[in-house]
């Protein structure tokens, strides 16, 4: 087996690139809490809307700075009542499903959660920009996938 | 042996240089994401 | 030529493939008008039964079909005629396939599995969906050993010896697909038919979901092996040349036998029930994969330059020049590979972790896909259909063919550069894929995704009407190439099939040692899936109920 000089030069520049794009994401996401959206958490989901946090889906301030945020993803909406959350704050969000797959994804932000039912998925993230915001489901869920949406508003 | 040294000898810069554009094209776009991902 | 009944075994096959292809693109085009809403589909057709047909005929049954005939005749003529087993099982293969096929298809239609080719829990489908998708697979398998099968006879009767490159490559994806196939037969055979026949009540969502994504990354590679094989195999011919380097181009394909299938996390980066450990550890794996992608690269650069300076080109490019732009048979693969560039960069990003977030089950990724599956090895199996067919039938493939031939790969790759770039955009914008119509009420978000220059329907519709254009052009080539054109008469009016010499003589044996390989491969399956999912199934929450929201 043998490798031409250039192939070298160019399998090192290509291993060297990758090195790097995996060192950039693995120490933003380990050491500064960039993970994606995951957890481990499971619930019963026949029984969602009587356990906590579903039972009281919504907003709900943990701390001066952190609120949580609990929705209940179904076929084809978001119990999700009063999404207002501050700017410059800590958000929690919490989703799980009564029903299929899907999506809880804020447009324009790094909220991109998949929602699984029996599941609980979980993601932080401080909105930067008051305004309000598209959210929607991007897994499909079945006919009403395309109209499944619904907005938070960041004051 | 013989094959080896044939090999060593072709002249393969336009190779060299055409695989350095796809990295390239590799670095940039991948940096261009990232740059979105910490934008949002 | 090769022996008349292997020709009628990939004829079928590519009658298959063929057929699937035209009703696949015709969905295409239908879902590009849907989504832009200047169609309204009569109220017994739905957006998603469509785009489930569209999923299923192109990426599972054009692909499939396509590649046994490619291989059927490659080993053929390579190795030698089949033998009766051999072309038996081959037959027996194909008709599982086949009505696999029709099963899965009769079902979509009837409007009872509008849940998509990747057929997620508990979204439930009738109960003959999932058998007939496993039909497909094991269809593959009897497919896969027969080939195998005559592999063996030949190692045999050639004892100590390499095989031919061609072969090697074969046997390399068959490895591939037999191992990645565990996860979804394990599945579809112990999950969803019980469930969907009402023998259980409930299924482990997560654990169904893994199980598929154990299949479905390593499945885009044995779609882009087959490819792979002819830029191998098939390109130094037409260039004039021998293959770069055969230990490299072995040594890259058993790399993707160890990478390709324990990654599949990497498509379930944003969702629960695994650890951020697990899905690094897929990460990592998912990256030492481009390595072989990498190596093929620089071979085929290689290979072109070589070809070039041989034939006087001169200087850094001048090579370049030298290609045999002519050939349709060759443009159409050299295109096919160009795309691939920002397709495998594309790859990196979805894989790389939280970058995912910006892009997972957007628009960028079906831009994404269709500028890997749908260009460069679809865009490769149309060139190599324009001789396949011809060499398979003894038919003549005239001048006037070659300049459709032109016509057909050019309107495709122009429709493939305005759809998919209007996908890509619209995705990093926000856009979601998988959507009949993303206007949201006319959200404000949503209006300004499609007020861009390339970021808009229009864009993506008139990429989508070439693509469709250029579909039939193709199709018309198949039909003429299969039933019409004239017999070819002389030897100059036979078509060839264009198999490039590989000098094995500096090949080390042990690439050949397909146990070496396995056990590597299943080392590593079990480091990135053992612990992972049996804590998905010990930890499993309460199953889910099956759901019919179509
Ligand atoms: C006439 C040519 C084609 C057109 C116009 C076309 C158009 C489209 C469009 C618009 C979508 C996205 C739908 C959505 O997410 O809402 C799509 C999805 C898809 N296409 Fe194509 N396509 C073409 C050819 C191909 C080819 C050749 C392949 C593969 C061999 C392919 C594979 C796929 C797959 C796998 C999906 C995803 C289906 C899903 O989300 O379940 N397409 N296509
Ligand atoms: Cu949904």
Redesign the interface.
Known sequence: MHFHKYEKIWLSFGIVSLIVFLSVVGVSAFSQNHTPSGGMDTIDPEKVNETAPFDNPGVTQLDEDTYQVAIVALAFGYNAPDLRVPAGKEIIFKVTSTDVVHSFTIDDTKVNMMVVPGRITTKSYTFEEPGKYLILCNEYCGTGHHMMSTEIEVY | MD??QS??E???????????F??I???A??VA??L??VA? | MIAQPERKIALWHLGVAYTAFLIGTLMGVLQVFIRNDALQLPAWLDYYQILTAHGVLLALIYTTFFIFAFFITGMSKSLGSFGPKVRLFSWIGLWVTLLGTVMATVMIIAGEASVLYTFYAPLKANGFYYVGLALVIIGTWVSSFALVGHYIVWRRKNKGQLSPLFAFMTITTIVLWIIACLGVVATVLFQYIPWAFGWTDTINVELSRSLFWYFGHPLVYFWLLPAYIAWYTIVPKLLGVKVFSDSLARLAFVLFILFSIPVGFHHQLTEPGISNFWKFLQVVLTFMVIVPSLMTAFSMFATFEISGRKKGGTGLFGWFKKLPWRDVRFTSIFIAMAFFIPGGAGGIINASFQLNEVVHNTLWIVGHFHITVGTPVAMTFMGLTFWLIPYLTGRRFTKRMQRLGFVQIITWSIGMLLMSTAQHVLGLMGAPRRTAYSGYNDHPSAMEWFDGIISNHVTMAIGGTILFLSAMILMYIVIMTMFVLPKAETPEQMVEFPLAESDMSNTPKWLENWWIWISIAAALIIIAYAIPLTHMIQHAPPGSKGFITW
Do not use: P
């Open positions: 094959k080896k090999n060593h072709v002249n393969l810069k336009g190779t060299l240089v055409s695989v350095f796809v990295g094209v590799i670095v776009m991948w994401v990232y979105m991902y949002r």
